[in-house]
């Protein structure tokens, strides 16, 4: 008996635990048994009197319940009751009462059925009393994308009253007993009266407003009844008045719509901004946090970009900028020839372009009129010779697996290597690219015992608990008996995606069994793993991730770092978790792999870990300095390899660059330079490499090129150490690439070009020592080198935006940032700039620590602007919607242009253009796809690519499955696309644009101009306020992703953040704005300034 109770014991502390953090977001078992002590420990009385008092309640709510439904239990309608009074019985009948109270529970009838909800009338009222359900307050359990799903016309129902706006009835069913009609909810009764509606905070007056869920989002009763957005009128000009005073005499216009319209007054438009709404003004909000007082931009404190160049005003410095300006002038260029070309086009045979109901075989014609020309342009003459032939997939090796694996340098080190893992709990390993370290270690820690199987591998039967593998020379079998406390995975992270799936392909082939099974791999939105896994190959944020539920990573026996020496931010934040992890987990081994000889700072700060060298293949380099600073070094770059190819014995080139559009300009120019030299000189194949550039055609590089040619490969910091290219026997190093850095006043990444390090300018030169003895072409100074590059480059967590960071380091428990054990700690400007952002997102509360919408934000994989905008929709009923949306610019690519066909692309994407945005257009897209079963042929005729639409489909499977998880609801908005658009704003809003008087757009925040991208939805639109997603820079700065918004909810969004402006007082853009003078084309714009004509 006394076990059967401690069962009930267990089983009602277990069911409380489960409610805490349902309601409250706390799992506190300890918290749950303090509860139950605490009822235990009542005495009978006081259980007798909270018996009495439930009991008068419910006698109480019988009285309300027979007075309020009266008409249908005592009226003409229903069945007949007999009253319990003599009063009841033999008196006048109870008067109907004239309409619903706030929060009352009324019997009522379902009379129409929408997709977005149902219509219910309430029974037992004088006067008709009819209100909307929406789908979201149907049904607590189930769940639809349609209401039809859940109720039908003509259904009996117990709804209770959430909203009054005059006539208008706000309903809700799930808070309703459906059975007893009993009030699931009582206390918002009881916290509010009337007026209120939700205990989390009273609204105002009758036009109520309920604080939903998580997000704290104040929901209005037009974002329930489905109201369509008022759109706010515009002052008119005189002139404006004039020109629509002309078209209503002319009849071309109804004066109907124009109220101000007064025929006796000689057809004068008067009145016509009576009842234009006033411009709304908005203000940041300058009160900070009690945990950031005194440390932000709003009291003055200067928040400036990490500097990422040791001497700003070095040449090197200088020969970056110059560049950078001649980038914008080709591009210029390229937008000026095109330009000219399109107006070369006679106007009569382009009009059908232009004219939307133009007949198709005029369009056509005009469409390949546009064309001519074009299509070389897309494909230049230099690719089609490139990559113009069959795709290649690399050299095919035609050794054996076994063979492959022991030609690896790795291979003959792989005793010393087990026996030294064995040693040390922590280790760090350098192995030159291509020396086996990712692909071998994991199998040979495997085959040594370290995982929790005794035998992995569907054909190989290898891997055994004991340490037993053969040495490479002799062929002798080694035995070494050996016992871990703790057998689990063996984890290997990855700095790329595509590293970590390519490498898990490889690995599953070497051993033996199918990709998933014993070998798998996860990236974001990806899992590719099962319970046999015990190798496994992991972003560094996968990995990090699972120590969010798991700070142990109990689950692994060895973790190997891969790629230590790229220093992103998930991999600087592993070092500290692992070293306190290893503290505790003295069975856990740590291995940390580079490729660089820079190892003793991995080394010193893991406790002076011994460093394990994988000698690799090198011969000596002789590295060549210009004797003077060169200004274009693309220019000296093309000249040097120009000079390599006509000079040089054979040998590979090797040329880096800093990103796609550098490499391809090169590649141009290098390309007509060698055709202008004619036959007689031998052929340069120019091959470029680029993370956009496909798989198929990067491999090329790695085939030797024909008997009597030479190949040059044109390739970005990727080839510095992630790439092994054999046969290079020249580099040329012009000392640039691209960092992404972070400004903290702007709250926004950019890339920039700068010097790289000494490290880098070491690492690149060691690519010609591959194959034999090299040479390096380094141009810059030997000054240059020695004082204006750094000695190592600038580690990612000191120059980027640290919000995901911080969230997920405080869902850990985190919260002393400051005093975490960074390998490099980032700039505190930095840290208060993330801190501060998610602040006014509503993750962190006013002492700094993580709050329940934060605790729900770190359980997604998104930015926290995403994750927030996806809570949001949840409130706001329209997380179907925006979870689409979300997996489409993960997706990203969603549409394909060619240029032989671009007036049938352009005319396809317009259908799905939404007045709204382009949030919107994806979401039409994306359904349009559902619509048509989600089909291939489809997504051709659409000019859409299928395989990124499968992305998305994956990605929100993903969140759908998570949101499952964590019990959120899945609600659709039907055609109320504000809602989509406020759950946009509740993200976005630090990305607010205001149209400006002159010229394009201005950021709210800062007041840099951008200008909405071409290709968007509302491009000919252009509304006065949008939110967008990201700014992309080429000749201006432009706007991705564009969504109009009413400045009205970037107040109520984010009220941390934004504050409505001081009518009586100018407002912050107000007081920035310059007065601009007509245009006088024989005076400078400023000649009439009192500054310029003082002296």
Same mark, same amino acid.
Request: with cysteine.
């Given at each position: 008996?006394?076990?059967?109770?401690?069962?009930?014991?267990?089983?009602?502390?277990?069911?409380?635990?489960?409610?805490?953090?349902?309601?409250?977001?706390?799992?506190?078992?300890?918290?749950?048994?303090?509860?139950?002590?605490?009822?235990?420990?009542?005495?009978?009385?006081?259980?007798?009197?909270?018996?009495?008092?439930?009991?008068?309640?419910?006698?109480?709510?019988?009285?309300?319940?027979?007075?309020?439904?009266?008409?249908?239990?005592?009226?003409?309608?229903?069945?007949?009751?007999?009253?319990?009074?003599?009063?009841?019985?033999?008196?006048?009948? &109870?008067?109907?009462?004239?309409?619903?109270?706030?929060?009352?529970?009324?019997?009522?009838?379902?009379?129409?059925?929408?997709?977005?909800?149902?219509?219910?009338?309430?029974?037992?009222?004088?006067?008709?009393?009819?209100?909307?359900?929406?789908?979201?307050?149907?049904?607590?359990?189930?769940?639809?994308?349609?209401?039809?799903?859940?109720?039908?016309?003509?259904?009996?129902?117990?709804?209770?009253?959430?909203?009054?706006?005059?006539?208008?009835?706000?309903?809700?069913?799930?808070?309703?007993?459906?059975?007893?009609?009993?009030?699931?909810?009582?206390?918002?009764?009881?916290?509010?009266?009337?007026?209120?509606?939700?205990?989390?905070?009273?609204?105002?007056?009758?036009?109520?407003?309920?604080?939903?869920?998580?997000?704290?989002?104040?929901?209005?009763?037009?974002?329930?009844?489905?109201?369509?957005?008022?759109?706010?009128?515009?002052?008119?000009?005189?002139?404006?008045?004039?020109?629509?005073?002309?078209?209503?005499?002319?009849?071309?216009?109804?004066?109907?719509?124009?109220?101000?319209?007064?025929?006796?007054?000689?057809?004068?438009?008067?009145?016509?901004?009576?009842?234009?709404?006033?411009?709304?003004?908005?203000?940041?909000?300058?009160?900070?946090?009690?945990?950031?007082?005194?440390?932000?931009?709003?009291?003055?404190?200067?928040?400036?970009?990490?500097?990422?160049?040791?001497?700003?005003?070095?040449?090197?410095?200088?020969?970056?900028?110059?560049?950078?300006?001649?980038?914008?002038?080709?591009?210029?260029?390229?937008?000026?020839?095109?330009?000219?070309?399109?107006?070369?086009?006679?106007?009569?045979?382009?009009?059908?372009?232009?004219?939307?109901?133009?007949?198709?075989?005029?369009?056509?014609?005009?469409?390949?009129?546009?064309?001519?020309?074009?299509?070389?342009?897309?494909?230049?003459?230099?690719?089609?010779?490139?990559?113009?032939?069959?795709?290649?997939?690399?050299?095919?090796?035609?050794?054996?697996?076994?063979?492959?694996?022991?030609?690896?340098?790795?291979?003959?080190?792989?005793?010393?290597?087990?026996?030294?893992?064995?040693?040390?709990?922590?280790?760090?390993?350098?192995?030159?690219?291509?020396?086996?370290?990712?692909?071998?270690?994991?199998?040979?820690?495997?085959?040594?015992?370290?995982?929790?199987?005794?035998?992995?591998?569907?054909?190989?039967?290898?891997?055994?608990?004991?340490?037993?593998?053969?040495?490479?020379?002799?062929?002798?079998?080694?035995?070494?008996?050996?016992?871990?406390?703790?057998?689990?995975?063996?984890?290997?992270?990855?700095?790329?995606?595509?590293?970590?799936?390519?490498?898990?392909?490889?690995?599953?082939?070497?051993?033996?069994?199918?990709?998933?099974?014993?070998?798998?791999?996860?990236?974001?939105?990806?899992?590719?793993?099962?319970?046999?896994?015990?190798?496994?190959?992991?972003?560094?944020?996968?990995?990090?991730?699972?120590?969010?539920?798991?700070?142990?990573?109990?689950?692994?026996?060895?973790?190997?770092?891969?790629?230590?020496?790229?220093?992103?931010?998930? &991999?600087?934040?592993?070092?500290?978790?692992?070293?306190?992890?290893?503290?505790?987990?003295?069975?856990?081994?740590?291995?940390?792999?580079?490729?660089?000889?820079?190892?003793?700072?991995?080394?010193?700060?893991?406790?002076?870990?011994?460093?394990?060298?994988?000698?690799?293949?090198?011969?000596?380099?002789?590295?060549?300095?210009?004797?003077?600073?060169?200004?274009?070094?693309?220019?000296?770059?093309?000249?040097?390899?120009?000079?390599?190819?006509?000079?040089?014995?054979?040998?590979?080139?090797?040329?880096?660059?800093?990103?796609?559009?550098?490499?391809?300009?090169?590649?141009?120019?290098?390309?007509?330079?060698?055709?202008?030299?004619?036959?007689?000189?031998?052929?340069?194949?120019?091959?470029?490499?680029?993370?956009?550039?496909?798989?198929?055609?990067?491999?090329?590089?790695?085939?030797?090129?024909?008997?009597?040619?030479?190949?040059?490969?044109?390739?970005?910091?990727?080839?510095?150490?992630?790439? &092994?290219?054999?046969?290079?026997?020249?580099?040329?190093?012009?000392?640039?690439?691209?960092?992404?850095?972070?400004?903290?006043?702007?709250?926004?990444?950019?890339?920039?070009?700068?010097?790289?390090?000494?490290?880098?300018?070491?690492?690149?030169?060691?690519?010609?020592?591959?194959?034999?003895?090299?040479?390096?072409?380094?141009?810059?100074?030997?000054?240059?080198?020695?004082?204006?590059?750094?000695?190592?480059?600038?580690?990612?967590?000191?120059?980027?935006?640290?919000?995901?960071?911080?969230?997920?380091?405080?869902?850990?428990?985190?919260?002393?940032?400051?005093?975490?054990?960074?390998?490099?700690?980032?700039?505190?400007? &930095?840290?208060?700039?993330?801190?501060?952002?998610?602040?006014?997102?509503?993750?962190?509360?006013?002492?700094?620590?993580?709050?329940?919408?934060?605790?729900?934000?770190?359980?997604?994989?998104?930015?926290?602007?995403?994750?927030?905008?996806?809570?949001?929709?949840?409130?706001?009923?329209?997380?179907?919607?925006?979870?689409?949306?979300?997996?489409?610019?993960?997706?990203?690519?969603?549409?394909?242009?060619?240029?032989?066909?671009?007036?049938?692309?352009?005319?396809?994407?317009?259908?799905?253009?939404?007045?709204?945005?382009?949030?919107?257009?994806?979401?039409?897209?994306?359904?349009?796809?559902?619509?048509?079963?989600?089909?291939?042929?489809?997504?051709?005729?659409?000019?859409?690519?299928?395989?990124?639409?499968?992305?998305?489909?994956?990605?929100?499977?993903?969140?759908?499955?998570?949101?499952?998880?964590?019990?959120?609801?899945?609600?659709?908005?039907?055609?109320?696309?504000?809602?989509?658009?406020?759950?946009?704003?509740?993200?976005?809003?630090?990305?607010?644009?205001?149209?400006?008087?002159?010229?394009?757009?201005?950021?709210?925040?800062?007041?840099?101009?951008?200008?909405?991208?071409?290709?968007?939805?509302?491009?000919?639109?252009?509304?006065?306020?949008?939110?967008?997603?990201?700014?992309?820079?080429?000749?201006?700065?432009?706007?991705?992703?564009?969504?109009?918004?009413?400045?009205?909810?970037?107040?109520?969004?984010?009220?941390?953040?934004?504050?409505?402006?001081?009518?009586?007082?100018?407002?912050?853009?107000?007081?920035?704005?310059?007065?601009?003078?007509?245009?006088?084309?024989?005076?400078?714009?400023?000649?009439?300034?009192?500054?310029?004509?003082?002296?």
């Amino acid at each position: 008996m006394e076990q059967l109770q401690k069962l009930q014991y267990l089983s009602l502390v277990s069911k409380l635990t489960t409610e805490l953090e349902n309601h409250l977001g706390i799992a506190d078992k300890t918290l749950a048994e303090f509860i139950v002590e605490l009822s235990k420990g009542k005495s009978s009385r006081s259980r007798s009197r909270s018996r009495e008092r439930r009991r008068d309640r419910s006698r109480s709510r019988d009285r309300d319940r027979g007075d309020r439904y009266g008409g249908d239990r005592y009226g003409g309608g229903g069945r007949r009751g007999r009253s319990s009074s003599p009063r009841g019985r033999g008196g006048a009948p &109870t008067p109907l009462p004239d309409e619903p109270e706030m929060y009352g529970v009324y019997r009522g009838r379902v009379n129409n059925v929408m997709d977005f909800g149902c219509f219910v009338e309430l029974l037992g009222f004088r006067t008709k009393q009819e209100g909307l359900v929406h789908l979201s307050n149907i049904s607590s359990t189930k769940r639809g994308g349609s209401a039809k799903e859940l109720v039908n016309k003509g259904d009996q129902v117990w709804v209770k009253v959430v909203s009054k706006t005059g006539q208008r009835l706000g309903l809700a069913m799930r808070d309703v007993d459906q059975v007893t009609g009993e009030d699931q909810l009582p206390m918002q009764r009881q916290a509010g009266g009337a007026g209120a509606s939700n205990p989390a905070g009273p609204a105002s007056g009758a036009n109520a407003s309920a604080l939903h869920g998580l997000s704290g989002i104040k929901v209005k009763e037009e974002d329930e009844l489905g109201a369509k957005p008022k759109r706010r009128g515009k002052v008119m000009s005189d002139y404006e008045k004039w020109e629509i005073s002309q078209l209503i005499k002319s009849g071309v216009l109804d004066p109907s719509e124009y109220p101000g319209w007064d025929e006796e007054e000689g057809g004068a438009l008067a009145n016509v901004d009576a009842e234009v709404e006033e411009e709304f003004e908005i203000d940041l909000n300058d009160a900070e946090p009690d945990f950031l007082k005194g440390q932000t931009a709003k009291t003055g404190v200067e928040m400036s970009p990490v500097k990422i160049v040791k001497n700003p005003d070095g040449s090197m410095q200088r020969a970056a900028m110059t560049q950078s300006a001649l980038a914008k002038e080709r591009r210029e260029l390229r937008e000026q020839q095109n330009r000219m070309l399109l107006e070369a086009i006679p106007k009569d045979l382009s009009k059908p372009w232009e004219d939307p109901l133009a007949d198709p075989s005029e369009r056509a014609l005009a469409q390949e009129l546009r064309g001519i020309g074009v299509v070389a342009q897309e494909v230049p003459e230099w690719k089609q010779q490139a990559l113009g032939k069959a795709p290649t997939f690399g050299i095919r090796d035609n050794r054996s697996i076994k063979d492959q694996r022991e030609s690896l340098p790795i291979f003959k080190l792989r005793e010393q290597l087990i026996q030294a893992v064995h040693d040390n709990q922590v280790l760090v390993v350098i192995g030159e690219t291509g020396s086996g370290k990712t692909t071998q270690m994991t199998q040979y820690l495997a085959e040594s015992g370290y995982t929790s199987k005794g035998k992995i591998g569907c054909t190989q039967p290898r891997w055994v608990l004991r340490a037993s593998f053969r040495t490479a020379r002799g062929g002798s079998e080694l035995h070494a008996e050996r016992t871990y406390s703790s057998k689990g995975k063996i984890g290997c992270t990855q700095p790329r995606r595509v590293a970590a799936m390519s490498v898990a392909k490889r690995v599953s082939e070497e051993v033996g069994c199918r990709l998933g099974e014993e070998v798998g791999y996860a990236i974001r939105f990806e899992d590719c793993t099962s319970q046999q896994t015990v190798i496994k190959y992991m972003t560094d944020g996968m990995l990090l991730r699972e120590a969010l539920l798991d700070d142990m990573l109990s689950q692994y026996s060895v973790i190997i770092l891969d790629e230590a020496h790229e220093r992103t931010i998930h &991999t600087d934040v592993l070092f500290g978790l692992l070293k306190a992890v290893i503290q505790k987990r003295r069975d856990l081994k740590v291995i940390v792999t580079s490729a660089t000889l820079d190892a003793e700072k991995f080394s010193g700060y893991f406790f002076s870990s011994p460093i394990f060298t994988i000698p690799g293949r090198t011969y000596p380099v002789e590295v060549l300095y210009t004797k003077e600073p060169e200004s274009d070094y693309m220019d000296a770059a093309l000249i040097t390899v120009m000079q390599i190819h006509l000079t040089e014995p054979e040998g590979d080139i090797l040329l880096f660059l800093t990103g796609q559009e550098e490499i391809d300009t090169a590649a141009q120019i290098l390309f007509e330079r060698m055709k202008s030299l004619g036959p007689a000189v031998p052929e340069l194949i120019i091959l470029p490499v680029y993370s956009a550039l496909p798989s198929e055609m990067q491999t090329r590089i790695f085939e030797p090129a024909p008997p009597g040619t030479r190949k040059v490969v044109i390739a970005t910091n990727i080839a510095e150490a992630s790439l &092994t290219i054999d046969g290079i026997y020249y580099v040329v190093d012009p000392g640039f690439a691209k960092q992404k850095v972070f400004n903290p006043k702007i709250g926004m990444d950019a890339l920039v070009v700068a010097p790289i390090s000494q490290a880098s300018a070491r690492q690149r030169a060691g690519r010609a020592g591959r194959t034999g003895p090299g040479k390096c072409y380094r141009l810059y100074t030997e000054a240059a080198y020695k004082n204006e590059m750094l000695p190592t480059s600038i580690p990612e967590i000191q120059r980027s935006n640290l919000a995901m960071t911080v969230l997920t380091m405080k869902a850990m428990g985190i919260n002393d940032l400051l005093n975490f054990d960074f390998m490099d700690p980032p700039p505190p400007q &930095t840290l208060i700039s993330a801190l501060e952002q998610l602040y006014n997102l509503g993750a962190l509360d006013e002492e700094g620590l993580l709050t329940r919408l934060g605790r729900k934000m770190a359980e997604f994989p998104l930015d926290p602007p995403v994750s927030k905008m996806l809570i949001a929709s949840v409130d706001l009923g329209c997380s179907e919607e925006v979870l689409t949306i979300i997996g489409m610019l993960s997706a990203q690519n969603i549409f394909y242009r060619p240029k032989e066909k671009q007036a049938q692309a352009d005319q396809k994407k317009a259908k799905f253009h939404q007045p709204e945005g382009d949030h919107l257009t994806l979401l039409a897209v994306y359904e349009g796809w559902k619509n048509s079963k989600f089909s291939n042929p489809w997504c051709y005729e659409n000019f859409v690519q299928a395989r990124s639409l499968r992305r998305a489909q994956d990605v929100r499977k993903q969140l759908v499955a998570i949101m499952d998880r964590y019990k959120l609801d899945l609600v659709s908005a039907g055609r109320n696309y504000q809602k989509i658009q406020k759950a946009i704003c509740s993200g976005f809003f630090f990305h607010a644009a205001r149209k400006d008087a002159q010229e394009g757009y201005k950021t709210v925040v800062e007041g840099q101009p951008v200008f909405i991208h071409p290709s968007s939805a509302i491009f000919q639109h252009q509304p006065q306020w949008v939110v967008y997603h990201e700014l992309v820079l080429t000749t201006k700065e432009y706007m991705r992703e564009v969504c109009e918004i009413d400045p009205k909810w970037l107040v109520e969004m984010a009220p941390r953040f934004f504050k409505p402006a001081d009518p009586h007082k100018l407002s912050r853009r107000k007081r920035h704005e310059r007065i601009e003078p007509l245009y006088d084309r024989f005076n400078d714009p400023n000649e009439w300034r009192l500054s310029k004509r003082r002296g």
